[in-house]
């Protein structure tokens, strides 16, 4: 598996909200551009062949939350897609997409593929439109600029920013960069190598959240970042 460069990784807590990010080196198959057109008609999740291999018709539909949210891309939806088939039925999310870990040195990799066994029927992440202003946002604002940074480039706190579109209770926030393909993005923050507290792969399979803000671009510096902005139920 290709190794992840780190920056840095932080973690911030007030009124219950914590964000972290990481970063990695973009992978030479990245696409140049990685902005899609929004295909309202097109369902991504339906013509995955590796999810459908391993999960039934019913958890397929039950993990595709962002089927019918017009204001993502499909690479988007697909993200939220593979994060709710982790929180559904982890073994079998492994079985489909990280069997190339299993019995891997990496102390990280072997810690995910420990924790996934333990993840079933968890609630599913829903898409909120609110959430996901606030996502693209944060993408709109540093990716061009090159920033690795939770606060937008003008010093505005993540509390504030997300606050501008959304009212939430217990927050969380991760960033990616480096990829723009949902799976990587998604076995990204996963593994979460090199952040002891693994808290990309906490907010992503954790029980308190159960809303999602999901947005993808272009970054300057490492080509792709990503954007999860999650919240519990107490939001709106």
Excluded: W
């Excluded at 690479?75 to 593979?82: G, N, P």
């Excluded at 073994?91 to 489909?96: C, G, M, N, R, S």
């Excluded at 996502?135 to 061009?144: E, K, L, Q, T």
């Amino acid at each position: 598996m290709k190794k992840y460069t780190k920056l840095f990784a932080l973690v911030l807590l007030s009124t219950a909200l914590c964000a972290t990010f990481t970063a990695c080196d973009p992978d030479d198959d990245e696409p140049e551009n990685n902005q899609e057109v929004i295909n309202n008609n097109n369902d991504p999740a339906a013509n995955d062949e590796k999810a459908a291999a391993v999960f039934t018709d019913e958890e397929m539909a039950k993990a595709n939350t962002a089927k019918d949210a017009t204001y993502l891309t499909d690479d988007e939806k697909l993200v939220i897609f593979y994060m709710n088939l982790a929180r559904l039925d982890g073994e079998k999310f492994t079985e489909a997409y990280l069997s190339d870990m299993k019995g891997s040195s990496n102390s990280y990799e072997q810690s995910l593929i420990e924790d996934l066994k333990s993840s079933k029927n968890k609630k599913m992440l829903i898409p909120n439109e609110n959430l996901c202003k606030a996502s693209r946002a944060h993408v709109n604002d540093i990716g061009p600029k090159g920033l690795v940074q939770h606060e937008s480039s003008d010093g505005t706190g993540t509390f504030v920013r997300v606050a501008k579109y959304y009212n939430g209770g217990a927050m969380a926030e991760n960033i990616s960069f480096g990829y723009s393909d949902p799976m990587k993005i998604t076995r990204q923050l996963l593994v979460d190598d090199g952040n002891t507290k693994v808290g990309h792969r906490k907010n992503i399979l954790g029980d308190g959240y159960v809303r999602i803000g999901v947005a993808i671009g272009d970054h300057s510096k490492y080509r792709s970042m990503c954007v999860q902005d999650f919240s519990d139920a107490a939001g709106d």
